[in-house]
Nanobody
Framework: QLQLVESGGGLVQPGGSLRLSCAAP????????IGWFRQAPGKEREGVSC????????NYADSVKGRFTLSRDGTKNTVHLQMNNLSPEDTAVYYC??????????WGQGTQVTVSS
C-alpha cells in the first residue's frame, strides 16, 4: 500500500505560522493528485490544497488563499503546506491525501493543528 506520514502540526498563536510535511512515495507513480485536507471539530473534512502530477496550477480553498502554500521537493517524495497568518478557524486535524487517477485513494493518519491564544 501507499503509506503517507504527516508531521509538523502543533500549537500556535493567532497570526503565527506552521509548516506541515507529508512523506509520500509517489515518485514512481504516473498519474495522481496529492493534497491536504482538514477536519475541524464538529465539521466534515474539507479540501485545503491540491496539485496533480500533470504539473498544473495548485488549487486552494477560498478560506486559505493567500495564506497557505503547497510545495513539493525535487524528488516529489515529500509535499509541504506552509501555513501563515493562522487563525482559530484553521484549527483542525490536517490529512495528506493521494488519489491515483482511475484507481485508489490513500490517506495519512493526520496531524493536529491548534491555533489559540
Amino acid at each position: 500500500q501507499l503509506q503517507l506520514v504527516e508531521s509538523g502540526g502543533g500549537l500556535v498563536q493567532p497570526g503565527g505560522s506552521l509548516r506541515l510535511s507529508c512523506a509520500a512515495p509517489i515518485n514512481n507513480l504516473d498519474y495522481y493528485a496529492i493534497g491536504w485536507f482538514r477536519q475541524a471539530p464538529g465539521k466534515e473534512r474539507e479540501g485545503v490544497s491540491c496539485v496533480s502530477s500533470s504539473g498544473g496550477i495548485t488549487n486552494y480553498a477560498d478560506s486559505v488563499k493567500g495564506r497557505f502554500t503547497l510545495s513539493r521537493d525535487g524528488t516529489k517524495n515529500t509535499v509541504h503546506l506552509q501555513m501563515n497568518n493562522l487563525s482559530p478557524e484553521d484549527t483542525a486535524v490536517y490529512y495528506c491525501g493521494v488519489v491515483i487517477i482511475g484507481a485508489n485513494t490513500f490517506w495519512g493518519q493526520g496531524t493536529q493543528v491548534t491555533v489559540s491564544s
